[in-house]
């Protein structure tokens, strides 16, 4: 089982070398990309207009590195033939965002015909955080993509999660599945929701796992304050992963992870053919290192649709 961010960079950088297709390509990347190659991590394949690429790449760090640069003139088709190399197979490993919109790149990638969501699947982002008093990490989900997402939604995303805690070697993953109140409530849906995951784990639907809820936070993170309540659970105190129940705590938990609790994070969308980075904000540049090579795992180890 992997417990940290340095266990996540050696297990990578023991498997062959990905191809890291990259949309328009910024500036901001460059020493990144330079960095992940230089470890043995990827090839990056710049998309767009090959003299500007060229240009940028020139007296930057990447400079010394193998890259390929794939030509593609018209800014509307970039992301399209970047999907469209990831899908061929042999021509891309992975997509990182670039300097393609958010809204744009999402959009492109659940195109039913051309994008990269298998059917059946719904895409989700799980945040990975780095605990500061022990070696262990612990997922949380969604942190970005689904904002109002129903039991059916929830039960995906979950198994997203799950996919990518079998990436990082957890056996038997421990759930939270998060709610307001540890006690089921009709008038609170997210209680409703939590206890129906709970009841499909009793019955092995999610396969090896452990999933408890609903369960406020001071259970989830306390066997102590869990007793007080009444509660009695191995999930308790020892959390894997942690089922938000929509983007607002899911968002906003894991900035105030970053920007309260100085915790480190890295994440990666699930549920997609081939692993995708996104760019966000509370991620630092040494933890986007970490994010290229939780996809380089992914690549080897089941993917990320499970």
Known sequence: MLNSFKEILAAAKQNEVKKLVVPCPVAADLPLLAEAAEAGLIIPVLI?????IELLVNGSPLAAEKYE???ENDPGSVLGRAIAMIREGGRGDILMQGGVKHQDLLN????????????????SFISVFQLLKREKLILVTDTFINNNPIIVEKQKIL???LQLGRILGI????????????????????TLDAAILSK????????????????????????????????????????????????ETGYLLAEALVLFGKMQTAGM??????????NLPFVSDEN????????CLACIKGGTNG
């Open 48 to 52: 767009g207009a090959g003299s500007s």
């Open 69 to 71: 640069i794939v030509e």
């Open 108 to 123: 492109t990638i659940l195109d039913k015909e051309q994008g990269l969501l298998p059917k059946g699947r719904i895409i």
């Open 159 to 161: 198994e997203n999660a």
């Open 171 to 190: 056996e038997t993953p421990k759930v939270a599945v998060l709610a307001a109140i540890e006690q089921v409530n009709p008038g609170i849906p997210s």
């Open 200 to 247: 499909m784990a009793e019955r092995r639907q999610f396969g090896k796992a452990i999933v408890e809820g609903p369960l406020d936070m001071d259970c989830a993170l306390s066997q102590v304050a869990a007793g007080r309540k009444g509660l009695q659970s191995v999930v308790t105190g020892n959390v894997d992963i942690y089922l938000v129940p929509e983007i």
């Open 269 to 278: 969308v699930m549920g997609t053919s081939k692993p995708v980075i996104l």
């Open 288 to 295: 986007r290192l970490v994010e290229i090579a939780l996809a």
